[in-house]
């Protein structure tokens, strides 16, 4: 029985992670080329950011107001709140990049596979990085993905150069058995 349920919530975790990816296809780079590829964190770094927003819940900084302001009526804030709730204090799953169903090439990559381009950390990293992927997105991480009621609620981080990058909370909701993209919240941006 655990492994049935594993199983499905695994299959939802990347029909979740597939839609946010799905939805940067079409895009094109600085030499406006198709970016056909994506490379994917093996395991998210994200953990510092998600500690960070509860922090920021706890400490009174950031209030679950800032996220309600902007939400769509579809979404049931009791439920969305349980799920930031869970979402902050979940771990990075190990993510398998053959489980994607998307149009564009997914690749995962270490965390060390990734510093070795910063290994002077001078700026050159991303034009090593890129050197070596030619023709990618950048990099993405993404969190576990937490369910409360019909919601799906994701962290998931986009990096595609030193100084652009940004972090985003991502709401899905379940309509009959497909997730359906609501909205997303915005963590950080640089």
Partial sequence: MFFV?????????YTVYSKILNRNIGLRNNNGDDLVRVEVRKRCDCNKELRELAKSFNEGIAELGYFDESMPSS??????????????????????????????????????GFRRFFRNDDNDGWGRFYKKYEQSAGLYSFSKVVYSGSLALVYWEMEVSHDYGGGLISILLLDGTEFKYVHDVLVWIR
């Fill in 5 to 13: 349920s594993s199983s499905f919530a695994q299959e939802n975790d």
């Fill in 75 to 112: 979404v049931d804030k009791s439920e969305f709140h349980k799920a930031l709730e869970m979402l902050v204090k979940s771990r990075a799953p190990k993510i398998n990049s053959d489980l994607f169903q998307t149009q564009i090439e997914v690749n995962s990559i270490s965390r060390n």
